[in-house]
């Protein structure tokens, strides 16, 4: 660790200081091209009002040494060679950029790589009218002058490297033993608590990875107890079906062998045939209310808006005669345009079981009360009401309260199951509220956005699925 933070920060700082000589080279570079500009300016205007016989190569090379060794060239007004200090060719400089900016201005500049020396020069020439002189210097490239600071570099580089292994050998201690402190203490288990303040999202971190592994243990143990459960339940349902399945059986079996061995005869024939179809239509029942309910979790059908109120006025309307039966008061307040994001048939089979069991488990000249608003369905009765104990198990499958209804009318405890499973699937909140002797209420609450969706005009599905 040590190792790859001092190489980081030699690469950083490193990075920095050959930037910093470049940029500082240029900024030399650019310097010394404008002072050279300025010195050239003045030499050259110290050979002003000359004879133009007097411009000879002799005359440039002693004006060069007067100079400090400037080059020092001599051209007509039209840029045509007269002398030069040095040993260059006598060819016309009026195609060159300083000769052609003299002759427009006056004055020109310009840095290039001469072709007669071989070396780059800043070049400046000075228009007198019946002559012009220009005078060159040689000067260092930028490169050059970059590669002049590499020796300088190459040593700040050095102390670099030594001062970022020193740095990283006192802050990583510094750092480090903290950190390490915070670890001895997270694997006692311990909750951790940062000597300073910029240790602490990593002491929030340590906290919360321990809090999730003391939660993840828990976990495995409570699955582990799921699991002792889950066969359980797996054999009270298996007991459950086969109790619910051997009564209308037994009861086929029974009238079926007295029929086919002729013990019965005439109207007690006819009811022996009752009874069976009757224990039939029963056995078939539970068979689909199995299936429907094993299908509940498997059903890749979409959802869409369906009209709720639509629903529970159906629903009412659908149940008025056992209403009547029972001599139940009926207590509604549906509000109007309640939609709910689901399947019709899902929103049908829930209304339609609270209800029901809310009639079922009533007392005769009771009342059954029902409410439905855009953010919950409520079903309450004044029935015979649920025990303590027994709130927690009424949405277990083949669970009943009242064990004398268990079949009737449809009813094998299955109902508050597919309940449970339809809101769970929908994000429903689902609860009940009951007193022994004195009632029951079922409350489902409806998140806000529980209708997002297209709606179908009946609130049925309309080609959807």
Request: proline fraction near 3%.
């Amino acid at each position: 660790m040590k190792t790859r933070i001092t190489l980081i920060g030699f690469i950083v700082t490193a990075i920095a200081l050959i930037l910093c000589s470049v940029v500082s080279a240029e900024i030399y570079y650019a310097n010394s091209i404008d002072h050279s500009k300025e010195y050239l300016r003045v030499y050259a205007g110290t050979l002003g009002d000359l004879a133009p016989e007097t411009l000879t190569n002799e005359f440039a090379r002693s004006a060069s040494e007067r100079l400090g060794g400037a080059r020092v060239t001599f051209l007509t007004a039209d840029g045509a060679y007269l002398s030069d200090s040095g040993d260059g060719n006598d060819s016309s400089r009026a195609d060159r950029p300083e000769v052609i900016a003299a002759m427009r201005d006056g004055e020109g500049y310009d840095v290039r790589s001469s072709a007669t020396v071989g070396t780059e020069l800043v070049y400046y020439c000075k228009n007198f009218g019946s002559y012009m002189v220009r005078v060159a210097l040689p000067k260092s490239s930028q490169w050059a002058v970059f590669l002049q600071s590499v020796p300088s570099v190459t040593a700040f580089l050095a102390l670099d490297l030594a001062l970022c292994a020193l740095f990283t050998y006192l802050a990583t201690g510094y750092v480090l033993r903290p950190m390490e402190r915070l670890i001895r203490e997270a694997a006692a288990g311990k909750r951790v608590a940062p000597e300073s303040p910029e240790l602490q999202p990593i002491a929030d971190l340590i906290n919360r990875m321990n809090e999730d592994a003391d939660a993840r243990m828990k976990e495995i143990d409570e699955e582990k107890e799921l699991v002792v459960k889950a066969q359980q339940s797996k054999n009270e349902f298996v007991s459950n079906i086969t109790h619910e399945m051997n009564t209308p059986l037994t009861s086929i079996k029974g009238f079926a062998e007295l029929l086919s061995a002729g013990a019965l005869d005439g109207e007690r024939a006819q009811k022996a045939a009752q009874t069976i179809a009757a224990q039939s239509e029963r056995l078939t029942n539970l068979v689909a209310c199995i299936i429907n309910y094993n299908e509940i979790d498997n059903d890749d059908l979409p959802s869409y808006e369906v009209n709720a109120s639509k629903i529970a006025r159906e629903t009412l309307e659908t149940l008025a005669p056992a209403i009547d039966e029972r001599k139940l008061i009926l207590l509604s307040e549906i509000e109007d345009d309640v939609t709910l994001y689901s399947r019709y048939e899902r929103v049908t089979e829930t209304f339609g079981n609270l209800i029901r069991n809310a009639i079922r488990y009533n007392r005769e000249g009771g009342s059954v009360s029902v409410l439905l608003t855009k953010t919950e369905f409520c079903v309450s009765d004044t029935g015979i009401g649920i025990a303590e104990e027994n709130l927690e198990r009424i949405f277990d499958r083949f669970f009943t309260v009242d064990k004398s209804h268990g079949g009737k009318n449809g009813g094998f405890g299955l109902g508050l199951a597919v309940v449970k499973k339809i809101c769970k699937k929908a994000g429903w909140a689902l609860s009940v509220q009951s007193k022994l002797g004195q009632g029951t209420t079922f409350r489902i609450r409806f998140p806000e956005n529980a209708s997002n969706a297209p709606k179908a005009e009946d609130g049925r599905p309309t080609g959807i699925g």
